[in-house]
């Protein structure tokens, strides 16, 4: 059965770091696209960064970009390093994959999603 799990959630007062990770456990992640969304309190589900896990090709939402990054290892893991961070950075964070997909910030695509992580910024 294909799961993914995050983890490296927590409180951060605003302007620090705090790095997300996504395991993957199933089939190998090639060919796949796995992405990042957020829920913050009483907003809708929003795109913030994807990856495509053959090649590392990446596309960021405007507004991470150049504070977050993408990546991921052989291992079937993805990660979200979050610098720089905002009180509106608050929210649920869950990654998603979806196979050949492209490089898409639309959440209807993903058909596999982990339970989510909370991260709270203070400010």
């Known amino acids: 059965q294909v799961q993914l799990v995050e983890s490296g959630g927590g409180l951060v007062q605003a302007g620090g770091s705090l790095k997300l990770s996504c395991m993957y456990s199933?089939?190998?992640?090639?060919?796949?696209?796995v992405a990042w969304f957020r829920q913050g309190p009483g907003k809708e589900r929003a795109f913030v960064a994807v990856?495509?896990?053959?090649?590392?090709?990446t596309y960021y939402a405007d507004s991470v970009k150049g504070r977050f990054t993408i990546s991921r290892d052989n291992d079937n893991n993805v990660y979200l390093q979050m610098n720089s961070l905002k009180p509106e950075d608050t929210a649920v964070y869950y990654c998603?994959?979806?196979?050949?997909?492209?490089?898409?910030?639309?959440?209807?695509?993903?058909?596999?999603w982990g339970q989510g992580t909370q991260v709270t910024v203070s400010s």
């Open positions: 199933g089939y190998n992640l090639r060919g796949y696209t």
């Open positions: 998603a994959a979806q196979y050949n997909g492209g490089l898409s910030g639309d959440a209807r695509g993903y058909n596999t």
């Open positions: 990856i495509a896990f053959s090649g590392g090709s």
